[in-house]
């Protein structure tokens, strides 16, 4: 008798789980439509890499020119624009990445559940 009421218990089991992992999903994807708009991001993360660049040429403008303190000034400004550039970018492949496996996520929680 034991026998036949075990898968029952162990499917209850695997079914409270799914449950549970497909409502934190759901909160997540709440959480994330309350945060601010991907393309804001997306405009200052490209206007960073731009300014980053920028000051890098200027950079190496003024280490041929001679001008030290400028050099050193550009150099650091650029350093900072293009790292905050790749952080804001990567930032944004992350949550791709991560509402991709979200989807195989659901996808397979679709095809286990009865």
């Given at each position: ?28 994807r709440k959480k994330e439509k ?16 731009i300014f980053g660049i920028i ?48 989807k195989k996520i659901r996808k ?7």
């Amino acid at each position: 008798m034991n026998e036949l009421t075990k898968p029952k218990t162990e499917n209850n089991e695997k079914n409270e789980i799914l449950k549970d992992i497909s409502n934190i999903i759901k909160s997540d994807r709440k959480k994330e439509k309350k945060k601010s708009n991907q393309s804001f991001e997306y405009i200052v993360g490209a206007f960073s890499l731009i300014f980053g660049i920028i000051f890098l040429v200027f950079f190496t403008m003024h280490c041929t020119v001679g001008n030290l303190f400028l050099a050193i000034q550009d150099g650091i400004l650029g350093i900072f624009f293009f790292l905050v550039g790749t952080g804001i970018s990567l930032k944004l492949q992350i949550r791709k990445s991560e509402k991709r496996l979200e989807k195989k996520i659901r996808k397979l929680l679709k095809e286990a559940t009865p």
